[in-house]
Structure formats: C-alpha cells, structure tokens
C-alpha cells in the first residue's frame, strides 16, 4: 500500500491532509507533517502536493550510512522505506538525496520525517487530491 497522488490539479492548499498526519504523530501544527502542500505560484497557479513517492529503488536509504532507512518490500516489491529513528545519527544525507524533496525535518527531534504510506491523511483531503494504491 502507499498513498499516491491522484490529482494535484484539485488541491485547493487547504493543507487539511498536513494537519491530519501531524495529529497522527501527535503533533498540533503542520511543522512535522510528513506531506507538503506549496504553492505553485498563487491561485491561479495551482499547489503542488509533496509527499514520498515510495521509490522501488529509494536512493535516501541507500545513501543512509547507519541502515536507519530499510527498503519496506510488500509483496515482493520495494515501496519506500521504513525508519528506524533508534539508528539515525542525523545527518541529513538522506535528505539531501531525495530528488523529489519528500525527506522533510524533524529540527527538534533532529531526524527525518517520511511518509509512512498510512493512508491517514487520504481521509481528511476533501477533493480527491489523494488515494492509496495496494
């Protein structure tokens, strides 16, 4: 399973799937949402959804030097990565790699914030920006 992006081109910047994933992970605020919702230029221009794509061949765990991101296979297949926060030194190496963007920051806890594929925030879009994929 993983969350996808159906349809950027409906995302209004609501930003109601960032609050649903911060309150997952107990957060109040949107600053340790594992999903970016940026403005692509104002109203007329749209937003643009960034969120872990769960990469078959995820560059961030290969570059991670301590084996804190393990490639999470499901059925056979890689589809992201799963975090060990015990193992990670903070780094930023992964980061760094994702071409995408999708590795935010934890700055308090000093460790990153992927997408776990939950499906959490796919409940709480209210256009249909969002879907999960088996």
């Not at 460790?111 to 249909?128: N, Q, R, S, T």
Request: include cysteine.
């Amino acid at each position: 399973m993983r969350v996808a992006v159906k349809d950027s081109n409906r995302c209004v910047g609501c930003q109601s799937c960032m609050f649903a994933c911060a309150r997952r992970h107990g957060e109040i605020g949107v600053v340790n949402s594992r999903i970016r919702i940026k403005s692509a230029g104002g109203m007329e221009n749209g937003f643009e959804v960034i969120i872990c794509r769960a990469c078959e061949n995820p560059v961030c765990a290969e570059v991670c030097p301590t084996g804190a991101l393990e490639k999470r296979v499901i059925n056979g297949r890689v589809r992201g990565v799963i975090f060990h926060p015990e193992k990670c030194i903070g780094c930023k190496m992964c980061q760094q790699a994702c071409i995408i963007g999708a590795v935010f920051w934890s700055e308090h806890e000093n460790k990153p914030l992927i997408c776990e594929h939950c499906g959490y925030c796919v409940a709480f879009c209210p256009h249909g920006v969002l879907e999960i994929e088996r």
